[in-house]
């Protein structure tokens, strides 16, 4: 199966032009009802149309395949792996925690390798095979450490599962689930602030063992 | 009225909304989907103190798909009405973009708003901002003290002349900020004059008269939307400029906007735990009974509103103590507004008074809980009332047994495995019990479901699940057939999701009109002849699984789907409510812990490694205990950070965070956390509320810090008055 994403309104990509207008503001004209001081804004705080069409980023089609189902999209090449699943696909189980690779909230597998979405670049992609927590389970049937996650009470508020759950298929898969102690360093890349550990820890060791 | 079978309240059971979130299908604030959503990004001044003299956006507006930059120069005036129903701290909040002044480094001083994410955060980078920059005070110990807040009883500088021992000791404890996992976020939708947004937050009665308050609209043209909460630990309990940002944003570009802070931002754009200088002045007699304690504690407020919080508590009623003072001050400096941080108060005062007792405990040769023990009060010394339930030393015995206390050595440094310096500590927790007026909308239908509608959110702690548990009970259904709505303002009202208060006051509000419905029920059944329970007392009526029969007669009874169905009935519905706390209380109510840890410490270089950590709670009853454990350990991994890694660093030249993102910020990670056991005793408080709950979010993080500080202290020898303890401490 495969969607095609209408062009988004950043492409197609267009030559760079240098900003003509110089708005500076000066700001003891400021404050009172939408007062535009001196005028340089035209009557509106809306850009101006030609404002609007000046400087358009690159962007790049790219095809991937995500949870099993093709797509083709045009992204923007700054668009984040993260950002294309949460902003334009509609998949938002992957989390923003950081947009820095500090946290894991973002995990997802890429060619089943689990990485951080948000350091990947979507434009990188072309080809890849991903898989976020919407494609884990089978249909309605949860994958076992997405159900020893809900029989451990492996979580709290949930932001960071997805993640955490992502990264324990990886960390299962690359056999680094071997001990608690194993576990605890390989899945550190993903912080819980609610201290869910010692259930992730037993939920992922469950998983492993039974595998 | 027949007290109802418990079956779902005190089990172990799984959360009912588990499978949204291990299934990534739980939306949280930034994830609801909304039509032509377009996006906004922050700018941050980037000055400590001074004004604006000017902004060049040319750049910015340059970029294509921008729509919309704005700032104090071009933007709508606000009316900022007064809000009384709100958290805002007393003072004067931060109004965005209304004026040329910078009050603290990153301030909001303009947003973007663009059709793209990556347009917008380009252009946010484009914007030029000129100030004019003063020197920003930042540091604690060089501001200006506000007036204190005073207590005093007996004389506490006869009471210190008198004692035996006396000990002047002065302790630090950085800045933390709560960093949930979930940034803050806020989609705002205009409808007119009506304004929809769906926010992180743990009060979305607050946010929204905040909004209408601001905007200046009827409380109704707002409504707050926020099912689920990527945690909050005390951040979302009153509505930040940003949310305000949001929804200017969205009027001026006349499209639903959606904001979400950067992680950096939310240092700076939310509140966070103060840093704190507390002083305590402590005398007792030579076996250790406590004779006087001064506190005199000051932390870090902003210069536009006087935030503070319940840190005397503890110093008040802990432990018996007939000469007791306290000086309370705030200082203004050139930051945001601090905000509750778990176990706001307490945590930090029970650092300070554990951290001494244990002081006290080695100076005299006591061990430490019998030291507790021998200063355990009677009644609240403060106020004179007695005790709702205070079962500490139980907490103290059960914790002992279950910890191996026996094994510690009183003699510090002279436990030794390899490189590794062994220490156990311990300190007790005390968080008072709050409850407020709550309500919450039962409905029972036809089909013998049950639908509960109450305002409440849950950030974690498990408010869908327990109060579907208390709920189903009260009603007599299984878990399965009631479904629990939260997180929308058109739900009836209830207080802030914080201070350990839900389940006492929501709850309750929950219990009353689950009851309500029952009892209708009951009515109908009791006066309808074709009934099988017709003529029966009501009070000899229960419900259980959806059947109401007679007490000691199941066989005599019929379905919730029968009767209504027979009396042409589509549902029975009742408001529930709660009024709170009374407004005299006749008892003093507080949940208790004692927390128990062992600590390794490398002795060359300083590094410490929680091995163990165990919390025995008095908290009343448990409403749902496989929750109500994954919370304890929850405490302890935020005690584990607030003892050993949390600690905001500010550049004073410029009044800059320097470690504001999660890699410089060190929270507990996995391998950071050993093993922990949680200990609930059994029992209720029936003076607190109709659930007999004392509240758990906030005790099960207070005593952690210390315990662990204890533990390092009776490993190495070395006492580290401040917070973090860093291995450079112990170097």
């Known amino acids: 199966m495969s969607t095609e994403l209408p062009e988004s309104e950043s492409s197609p990509p267009t030559e760079e032009s240098a900003p003509t207008r110089r708005t500076f503001v000066a700001t003891t004209t400021a404050v009172g009802g939408v007062v535009i001081a001196g005028g340089v804004f035209g009557g509106s705080i809306l850009s101006k149309p030609e404002a609007a069409a000046a400087s358009a980023a690159p962007s790049s089609r790219v095809t991937l395949t995500v949870n099993g189902r093709k797509h083709t999209v045009t992204v923007d090449n700054r668009t984040s792996l993260l950002d294309l699943l949460r902003e334009h696909l509609d998949l938002t189980g992957s989390k923003k925690g950081c947009n820095a690779g500090a946290c894991g909230a973002c995990t997802v597998l890429v060619d089943g390798r689990r990485v951080n979405s948000c350091l990947t670049l979507a434009v990188r992609l072309d080809g890849a095979e991903v898989t976020t927590i919407e494609g884990l389970g089978d249909g309605d049937r949860l994958h076992p450490l997405q159900q020893a996650f809900i029989d451990e009470d492996a979580f709290q508020c949930g932001y960071c599962t997805p993640g955490q759950i992502m990264s324990g298929v990886g960390c299962i898969e690359e056999g680094h689930a071997g001990s608690k102690d194993e576990i605890r360093e390989w899945m550190s890349g993903n912080i819980c602030r609610c201290g869910c550990y010692p259930k992730i820890v037993r939920a992922v060791e469950q998983t492993a063992r039974r595998k | ?731």
Not at chain 2, 77 to 88: C, G, H, I
Not at chain 2, 399 to 404: D, V, Y
């Open chain 2, 1 to 731: 009225m027949s007290p109802q079978p418990q079956a779902a309240v005190g089990a172990p059971l799984s959360r009912v909304d588990g499978r949204l979130k291990v299934t990534g299908k739980a939306r949280y604030a930034a994830e609801h989907e909304v039509n032509g959503v377009v996006y906004a990004v922050i700018v941050d001044a980037s000055i400590g103190r001074g004004r604006i003299t000017g902004i060049d956006t040319s750049a910015a507006e340059a970029q294509r798909g921008v729509l919309s930059v704005i700032h104090h120069g071009n933007a709508p005036k606000l009316p900022y009405k007064d809000n009384k129903a709100s958290n805002n701290p007393p003072g004067a909040r931060l109004r965005v973009f209304q004026d040329d002044k910078v009050r603290f480094h990153g301030q909001p001083v303009a947003v973007v708003v663009a059709t793209s994410l990556e347009a917008a955060q380009h252009a946010a980078s484009l914007v030029k901002v000129r100030y004019d920059a003063e020197q920003p005070s930042t540091e604690l110990s060089k501001g200006k003290p506000d007036k204190p807040t005073s207590y005093a009883r007996g004389d506490v500088e006869a009471g210190l002349r008198k004692a035996d021992v006396r000990l002047d000791l002065t302790y630090r404890l950085a800045r933390n900020h709560h960093n949930a996992m979930e940034p803050h976020a806020t989609i705002a939708r205009w409808n007119g004059n009506k304004l929809t947004v769906w926010d992180k937050t743990q009060w979305v009665v607050g946010t929204q008269t905040e909004l209408s308050t601001v905007f200046d609209l009827p409380l109704k043209s707002v409504r707050v939307i926020s099912p689920f909460v990527g945690g909050g630990f005390g951040s979302g309990l009153r509505c930040w400029p940003h949310t305000v940002v949001a929804a200017l944003a969205a009027r001026v570009a006349k499209r639903p906007v959606k904001l979400v802070l950067s992680r950096k931002q939310q240092y700076f754009a939310t509140g966070f735990r103060p840093e704190y200088e507390y002083r305590l002045r402590l005398g007792s007699n030579r076996q250790g009974r406590l004779i006087a304690m001064a506190h005199e504690m000051e932390h870090e407020t902003s210069s536009y509103e006087t935030f503070s919080e319940g840190v005397l508590d503890p110093g008040r009623m802990l432990y018996s103590t007939p000469n007791v003072s306290q000086a309370y001050r705030t200082v203004p400096l050139d930051v945001n507004t601090p905000i509750w941080m778990r176990g706001p108060g307490p945590a930090t005062a029970s650092y300070v008074i554990e951290s001494a007792l244990d002081e006290l405990a080695d100076r005299i040769g006591v061990d430490p809980i019998e030291l507790r023990q021998r200063n355990e009060p009677d009644e609240d010394e403060s106020s004179g009332l007695p005790w709702s339930t205070r079962r500490l030393r139980e907490c103290y015995t059960v914790g002992a047994r279950e910890f191996g206390w026996d094994r510690r050595s009183a003699k510090p440094r002279s436990r030794r495995e390899g490189d590794w310096l062994i220490g156990m500590g311990m300190a007790a927790g005390v968080y008072h019990t709050a409850r407020m007026p709550a309500e919450a909308h039962v409905r029972l239908d036809a089909d013998g479901t049950a639908v509960v509608e109450t305002a409440a959110s849950d950030m974690g702690p498990g408010t869908y699940t327990s109060q579907t548990q208390v709920a189903a009970d009260a009603l007599g259904l299984t878990v399965r057939t009631v479904t629990l709505k939260l997180g929308d303002s058109l739900f009836p009202q209830t207080p802030p999701h914080g201070g350990s208060m839900t389940m006492a006051s929501v709850g309750s509000a929950v219990l009353d009109g689950c009851n309500q419905v029952r009892r209708q029920a009951i009515k109908l059944a009791i006066e309808d002849k074709e009934s099988p329970l017709y003529g029966v007392n009501a009070d000899d009526v229960v419900v259980r699984g959806g059947r109401l029969h007679a007490k000691g007669n199941p066989t005599r009874g019929e379905t919730y789907q029968r009767l209504l169905s027979r009396n042409d009935r589509t549902h029975l519905e009742s408001l529930g409510s709660y009024s709170g706390a009374p407004s005299t209380e006749r008892h003093s109510l507080h949940a208790y812990n004692a927390t128990f840890a062992e600590v390794a410490v490398d002795a060359a270089l300083g590094l410490v490694r929680v091995r163990r950590v165990l919390g025995v709670y008095d908290a009343g009853r448990i409403i749902s205990p496989k929750l109500a454990e994954s919370q304890a350990f929850g405490g302890m991994v935020g005690g584990i950070g607030q003892a050993l890694l949390e600690h905001t660093v500010t550049d004073h030249r410029d009044g800059r965070i320097v470690n504001a993102n999660l890699a410089d910020y060190l929270v507990p990670v996995n391998a950071d956390v050993p093993d922990l056991k949680a200990i609930y005793l059994d029992g209720e408080d029936r003076e607190a509320d109709p659930l007999g709950v004392k509240g758990l979010g906030e005790v099960v993080m207070v005593g952690v810090a210390p315990a662990i500080a204890n533990a390092v202290f009776n490993a190495t020898g070395r006492r580290v008055r401040q917070l973090p303890i860093t291995a450079e401490a112990l170097i």
